[in-house]
């Protein structure tokens, strides 16, 4: 099991974190998404998975989402 932290701005809302969770737990071997929502500011996710994910993958999920990465 990998978890992966990663930080995102753009996050305002529940409905936010709702949508960042969902691109995310659609990545293949993705368990668990736990986002501590910063209305306004910095927040984190930490993903769960059965194998470490690719960095550009997470991006992507978050991007598609409609919010930005700062570091993952």
């Known amino acids: 099991m990998a978890t992966t932290a ?36 910095v927040s984190t996710a930490t993903v769960t998975s059965d194998q470490p994910l690719d960095p550009a993958d997470l991006r992507a999920a978050v991007e598609e989402a409609g919010y930005e990465v700062v570091s993952a």
Request: net charge negative; aromatic share 0%.
């Open 6 to 41: 990663l930080t995102m701005t753009g996050l305002t809302c529940d409905h936010c974190v709702a949508s960042v969770t969902e691109e995310i737990s659609e990545l293949p071997t993705v368990t668990a998404v736990d986002v501590d929502l910063v209305p306004g500011g």
